[in-house]
């Protein structure tokens, strides 16, 4: 009988990048990537699971961007074109190198792999919502949502009014999706302010996740630190992220994707190849790009780019099983540990981003296959579970009120606000003075509807903690700022149009189009609370 649980939750996240007005954008490749790298082989690996009669259990969230893109018949016909193109490189390669044999291997594993996406693909119509939906029906994935846009709650609590359009426009989109309400949300990149859980306790939801010191730096302390939930006074609980497993995972420095068996991310054919070799596969500017053919390993600390040794999938895979018993082997000892000193039950709480597994981890998901299994078959000290089904099982927890906290750089808000993303706040909050104010209208007609309603949605969408984070990390900044900035001038232009009752029809039904997140979405959303 088993003395503990292990909740494994990951967070499937991305901006909503959808540019309907160009040809070509090369951010739209943020979501195909995740697609061929992240999603499509996670649902392959639950189909595997399945098939041979293991009942895992996982927790993940679909954050409202994401879902709206996965099923954006726009985006689908993109991705279709964007994988068949890799098919079509893939088939030079294996002609390419018919005289390397380990690059043959290679461009071969690589040609595999790429149909077998196809083959999922197509037997889902490319639904990947309803792939996942079908994995919940039968109580082995819970699906939790998130904030709207992924808009960053500490730094928007002074309206309370923004918060709550962002926790209820995605409660509202999940019921849609999912036919039922959310039993849990991810706080947008676990940030926790004081009351928000008011908020979450009014919306229907049971928990939400915060990171370690958000529980363990609560008032009173917690009794058994993270490995309990606690609850709130609003009645909703909290889990807390587990240290110990997570920098297992995620550390660059020490965590098991830093192998040297493992493929490496920032070598690609893209770059390696001839120019005019590879210049249909690139930007349509000519610029090179990753392509996702990567044919190098990790090799060692210290080895540069152009130094780096040939990859081989097989002993990857063999790397992965290693790693994976390790994994299991640590929590077991983890949860016989704990319950000796608490005397019941623990909870180990190890969440991640998603596309951590696949995308820049790529052997990700065969670690989660090989966890899968091993848990299931190898050992009994603990259980896997969904966070719904512990409180379920165990509805008497500690009360305590958390503390503000975040699972960003030191643990509280400044990697969101800082001096390289600091300007985009003061506008963001007069738009959401302006929103509220635009909320008390009462629409004349069904154009100043549909503007108000867009309106809605822009300032949504400029919300997005994703541009912040992008401004910081200095990685793709004109894009995250261009983002904010055309978000805000539609707002602004709503804003003053609706006012003036000089609403442009054919503008409105132009950016509805392009920004065509939260088909029904009800401006009054912002009403005050």
């Known amino acids: 009988m088993s003395i503990g649980y292990l909740a494994l939750v990951l967070h499937a996240h991305l901006p909503f990048v959808r540019h309907p007005e160009s040809d070509y954008v090369l951010e739209e490749e943020w979501l195909f990537e995740a697609i061929t790298e992240t999603y499509i ?43 068949a193109k890799l098919e079509e490189l893939t088939e030079l390669e294996a002609e390419r190198n018919t005289f390397n044999g380990h690059l043959k291997y290679l461009s071969e594993h690589y040609a595999k792999e790429f149909n077998q996406v196809r083959i999922t693909w197509e037997r889902y119509n490319g639904n990947l919502v309803k792939a996942f939906k079908q994995f919940a029906d039968s109580n082995n994935l819970e699906i939790i949502t998130c904030g709207a846009t992924h808009g960053y709650f500490p730094l928007m609590k002074m309206y309370p009014q923004a918060v709550w359009a962002q926790i209820q426009v995605a409660c509202e989109n999940y019921e849609e999706n999912f036919g039922r309400k959310p039993n849990g949300i991810w706080l947008p990149e676990c940030g926790y302010y004081e009351g928000v859980e008011r908020m979450l306790a009014d919306a229907g939801l049971r928990y939400f996740l915060t990171d370690g010191h ?35 995972v995620w550390s660059s420095e020490v965590g098991y994707p830093s192998a040297p068996e493992y493929r490496e991310f920032y070598r690609d054919l893209g770059w390696d190849a001839e120019y005019e070799y590879i210049k249909p596969y690139v930007m349509p500017n000519g610029q090179r790009k990753n392509v996702g053919i990567k044919y190098h390993k990790i090799t060692g600390r ?22 994976a018993g390790n994994f299991m082997v640590n929590r077991a000892r983890q949860v016989e540990h704990l319950y000796g000193m608490m005397q019941r039950k623990p909870i180990i709480v190890s969440p991640y981003d998603a596309e951590l597994f696949g995308h820049w981890w790529y052997e990700g998901p065969w670690f989660l296959d090989y966890l899968f299994r091993k848990t299931w078959f190898d050992q009994s000290s603990y259980e896997m579970i969904h966070l719904a089904d512990y409180l379920r099982e165990n509805p008497t927890q500690q009360m305590i009120n958390p503390a503000q906290s975040s699972w960003g750089y030191k643990g509280f808000h400044e990697y969101w606000l800082n001096e390289t993303n600091a300007w985009i706040y003061p506008h963001l909050h007069k738009a959401t003075e302006r929103m509220i104010e635009l909320a008390k209208r009462e629409a ?29 990390t200095g990685t793709m900044v004109p894009y995250a700022v261009r983002r904010t900035r055309s978000h805000l001038m539609r707002f602004n232009k709503l804003y003053e149009d609706i006012l003036q009752s000089k609403i442009d029809s054919g503008w409105v039904e132009k950016v509805e189009a392009i920004d065509n997140i939260f088909p029904t979405i009800n401006y009054q959303v912002y009403r005050p609370l």
């Open 41 to 83: 082989p996670l649902i392959q690996v639950f189909e595997g699971l399945k098939r041979d009669g293991v009942n895992f259990k996982l927790t993940m969230s679909l954050t409202p961007p994401l879902i709206s893109m996965l099923l954006d018949p726009l985006l689908q016909e993109r991705y279709s074109e964007h994988l």
């Open 302 to 323: 210290g080895f540069g780019l152009s130094d780096k040794e040939l990859y081989d999938p097989h002993w990857a895979r063999e790397k992965t099983a290693e790693h």
């Open 214 to 248: 958000g529980i363990l730096y609560g008032r009173p302390r917690p009794r058994f630190g993270t490995y309990a939930p606690v609850y709130t006074q609003s009645g909703v609980a909290a889990f807390g992220r587990d240290h110990e497993s997570s920098q297992q």
């Open 444 to 472: 004349v007609d069904e154009l100043e509807r549909k503007a108000l309603n867009q309106a809605a949605r822009e300032l949504l969408l400029a919300q997005s903690s994703d541009w912040a984070f992008i401004m910081r």
